[in-house]
Structure formats: structure tokens, C-alpha cells
């Protein structure tokens, strides 16, 4: 199994320029994550999705939107890249099983895109 | 709510010498408590985890971390450093209730002088 694959690794953007980043999983995980990684400030959680054709807003959503429609792919889009979304984006996948009273859920995630906007 | 706070964003020592990274959380609900490790240009990957249970927990590579709750706390520990172990450590929390909800601490580097 691969795990979790992210694409592409590394891109440079000018300010205004839109992009889509790609996240496959292949361990059937319902779950699917988009996280942005800054110095100094851990990973923030900008969008997530828990089934194919499903997606919500995490903490920091705005500026990005993104899309499910099969269960092993997860995109992010930026429409209008600004210096702001400079950073590493990861991408994870979970699922959750009954343990007791209360789901358990594990995240796995891939190896990361680094995003610089000029 | 929930939060987490790594207490020190640096942290070094001697191989051979005891590791301890802090970490104290706040949740609403009792926390399912998380250690994650990012080696340089690296993803993040699982050390140990605490959900229910035993609140001493073991990890991969020597790690190991207590859950203590009166503390709301979550340590992680390795008795003696290995050159290795640099790396970046990420503690989270999450309340098993709402999906997505990982909360991350902001990461302490670990630095292991020879």
C-alpha cells in the first residue's frame, strides 16, 4: 500500500494564480483531511470531508475550496493564490471504529506539498 | 473547546540522556490524546496514541507518554536519546466526537548532540 500520496511536491505560484493539489489514499479511509503547516503555529485544519460527495470547514477554510467526488481522492483548490497561503499542506485519511461507548480514529498523513506564493 | 500547549518549541540533549517533551491539553470531554513525529521534509507519523485504558502509554522507537488527567497532561518520554530522535514532535487532542476535529500542539524540536 502507498499510504497517503500528495501532488505535487513542491510548486511556486505568482499571486493570483489558481492551483489544485491532489490527495489519494488507498486504504478505503472514509475520512479525508487538508491541513496547513506554519512555523511556530503546528497544523491548522482548512477543510475536511467524511465520505465521498462531502465536505466541511475546518478552522482556517477561507481562500481554498476543495472537492470529493471519489472516495480515495481529496483536492484543494486556491482559486486566487495570495503570499498568505505560502506554507506545507498536508493531507490525511482516517476511519473510525467502535471501541467502547466512543468511535476511535487514527489520522495518516502523506508526505506533504510546500506551496510558495509570490 | 479543545487546545494543546507544548511547553518549549525547542528542546536539546545529549544522546544517551532522558527526553522529555510537555504537553498539556484542554477539552471539554475526556481528550483522546495524540503524539506525532515529523522527521525534516517528512509527512507526520503516529508515535502513541492514548484513548482509553492504561494511561501509561507505549509508542514506537522507545517513546512513551502518561496520560494524567488531574495534571491535563500528556508527556512524552524515551529514557536515552539516540541521534534519531531529532526530529519535530507534534502533540494533539481530539474529543472523538466530531470528526476532523484534531487539534494540534505548536510542535517542540527535539535537537540530540553526539
Known amino acids: 500500500n502507498a499510504g497517503v500520496t500528495q501532488t505535487p511536491k513542491f510548486r511556486v505560484l505568482k499571486t493570483g494564480q489558481s492551483m489544485t493539489l491532489l490527495c489519494a489514499q488507498d486504504?478505503?479511509?472514509?475520512?479525508m483531511y487538508w491541513y496547513r503547516q506554519d512555523p511556530g503555529m503546528g497544523l491548522r485544519l482548512i477543510h475536511y470531508?467524511?465520505?465521498?460527495?462531502?465536505?466541511a470547514k475546518g478552522e482556517v477554510p477561507d481562500g481554498y475550496n476543495v472537492s470529493r467526488l471519489k472516495k480515495q481522492n481529496f483536492l484543494l483548490g486556491l482559486e486566487s493564490a495570495a503570499p498568505s497561503q505560502t506554507s506545507v499542506y498536508f493531507c490525511?485519511?482516517?476511519?473510525?471504529?467502535?471501541?467502547?461507548?466512543?468511535?476511535?480514529?487514527?489520522?495518516?498523513f502523506g508526505p506533504g506539498t510546500r506551496l510558495l506564493v509570490l | 473547546a479543545q487546545s494543546v500547549t507544548q511547553l518549549g518549541s525547542h528542546v536539546s540533549v545529549s544522546e544517551g540522556a532522558l527526553v522529555l517533551l510537555r504537553c498539556n491539553y484542554s477539552s471539554s470531554v475526556p481528550p483522546y490524546l495524540f503524539w506525532y513525529v515529523q522527521y525534516p521534509n517528512q509527512g507526520l507519523q503516529l508515535l502513541l496514541k492514548?484513548?482509553?485504558?492504561?494511561?501509561l502509554v507505549k509508542g514506537i522507537n522507545g517513546f512513551e507518554a502518561e496520560f494524567k488527567k488531574s495534571e491535563t497532561s500528556f508527556h512524552l518520554t524515551k529514557p536515552s536519546a539516540h541521534m534519531s530522535d531529532a526530529a519535530e514532535y507534534f502533540c494533539?487532542?481530539?474529543?472523538?466526537?466530531?470528526?476532523?476535529?484534531?487539534?494540534f500542539g505548536q510542535g517542540t524540536i527535539l535537537t540530540v548532540h553526539p
Open positions: 486504504m478505503n479511509h472514509e475520512y
Open positions: 494533539a487532542v481530539t474529543s472523538g466526537t466530531s470528526y476532523g476535529k484534531l487539534t
Open positions: 490525511a485519511s482516517s476511519y473510525l471504529w467502535l471501541a467502547g461507548a466512543r468511535p476511535e480514529e487514527t489520522q495518516y
Open positions: 470531508s467524511v465520505g465521498e460527495g462531502t465536505t
Open positions: 492514548y484513548t482509553t485504558g492504561a494511561t
